[in-house]
């Protein structure tokens, strides 16, 4: 009998056409519908890319002033939803409390609709409802924050664009706008990936004709792993276990020895440098001189080249970013919560895409248990 050919991992698996975005590891880029993402991070608002993703396009001003309109118009989360997320226990993981809300703002929305059949919905449907969830998530993670924090809710500002009002509804002061620009990169750059885990969790809910808010339910669920979106939180224990820089060398010598796997390093499909990592380190580089912490610079430095020394493998995004969202004054739970805020775009532009063409994502599996058997009057010993 011939071995069958099993991907692990679906590793090297091309699965469908996409035309939402191109990794390109030989090349080092990722381009989010023809353009690239540095190009993006350095010149658009958050909200314009996320028009991007949805429509193939950039807006033009009346199309962004739309899209902005909509937005502000949907920044609150509405009183059961909070109500429903002060009912998660303060000490669960904050994705928890994300991925419930998103689930209860589904029930809402889809409540009446009636049958399963009728659960996809139609593509205007679905990019109102993508634009929804892009208007109130930054209010969920910044509620979250401050619920932990004790302190009260602060009202979203409809005077404000996207980044600087999610960092208004974090803190409850305005940012200043070197803070805005590399908080809105981040987001940017977080924005989409093509294939990664929970864009295709969220392709194959999706792929099986249900809601796009269960598809995003699923996603969340997939993106909370330290595999994936978890690592940039991860980062930060790593920063926090280490202490300062002169305290890399031991312990990565300690870590390695451990068989530990250093979070913020490592990529399945980059493997000589993440596309996204010189973008969100220059954005650091603004945070470290503005917050004038040059010791994360050196152990954020010492760690990379250490590593990279030792191992060869390169950091990913989540490596400069969890440090980033440290010094904006994010709690280390909250960042993959961000990461969701923005990854929501891409999800959902995937759903979209997915049900423009769907064919039920359905693969085989080579059985490797007992030989057939039978019962053979075998009871259970009760
Ligand atoms: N630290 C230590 N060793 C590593 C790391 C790491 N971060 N990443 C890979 N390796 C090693 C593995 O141990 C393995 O070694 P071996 O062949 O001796 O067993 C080899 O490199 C290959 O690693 P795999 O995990 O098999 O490679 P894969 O392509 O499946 O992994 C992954 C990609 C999961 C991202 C991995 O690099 C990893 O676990 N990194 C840490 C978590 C992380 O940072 N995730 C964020 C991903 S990017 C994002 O979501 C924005």
């Known amino acids: 009998m011939t071995e069958p050919d099993i991907k692990k991992g679906l590793a090297g698996v091309v699965v469908d056409y996409t035309a939402i975005s191109k990794v390109n590891p030989e090349t080092n880029s990722l381009l989010y519908r023809g353009y690239p993402v540095q190009e993006l991070a350095a010149t658009q608002p958050f909200e314009a890319v996320a028009y991007l993703l949805w429509n193939g396009e950039l807006p033009d001003a009346e199309q962004l002033a739309q899209l902005r309109l909509t937005e502000r118009a949907h920044r609150a989360i509405p009183d059961d939803v909070r109500t429903t997320i002060d009912l998660v226990p303060l000490d669960a993981h904050p994705m928890d409390e994300v991925r419930t809300a998103v689930s209860l703002i589904g029930a809402r929305d889809l409540a009446g609709t009636g049958s399963v059949l009728d659960a996809s919905g139609s593509a205007e449907q679905n990019l109102e ?63 989409e990936h093509s294939f990664n885990a929970s864009t295709f969790t969220a392709r194959v809910i999706t792929s099986t004709l249900s809601d796009l808010y269960s598809a995003v339910v699923g996603a969340i669920g997939a993106l909370k792993g330290p595999l994936h979106g978890g690592a940039n939180e991860a980062v930060l224990h790593i920063f926090d276990e280490i202490g300062t820089a002169d305290n890399v060398g031991p312990w990565l010598d300690q870590a ?52 990279v020394a030792r191992k060869g493998i390169y950091p990913n995004l989540d490596y400069p970013s969890g440090p980033a969202y440290n010094l904006i004054g994010f709690d280390t739970e909250t960042f993959t919560p961000l990461f969701v805020a923005a990854r929501v775009t891409g999800w959902t532009a995937h759903i979209m895409e997915q049900l423009a063409s769907n064919a039920l994502i359905r693969p085989l599996s080579e059985y490797n248990g007992p030989d057939e058997r039978h019962i053979d009057g075998y009871v259970a010993d009760t």
Do not use: C
Request: glycine share 6%; proline share 5%; no cysteine.
């Open 129 to 191: 409802r993508s634009i929804r969830l892009f208007a109130v998530l930054p209010a969920i993670v910044a509620y979250g924050q401050r619920r932990r924090r004790g302190l009260p809710p602060v009202a979203p500002r409809d005077d404000l664009d996207y980044a600087a009002n999610f960092l208004w509804m974090t803190f409850g002061e305005e940012a200043d706008e070197v803070v805005v620009d590399a908080f809105n990169r981040s987001m940017i750059l977080y924005g």
């Open 256 to 307: 390695l020895a451990e068989k530990r796997k250093i979070m913020g390093f490592g990529h399945r499909v980059y493997k000589r440098g993440d596309s996204r990592v010189p973008t969100m380190k220059a954005a650091l580089d603004t945070l470290v001189e503005h917050y004038d912490r040059p010791d994360v610079a050196a152990l954020y430095d010492t760690l990379e080249s250490e590593f």
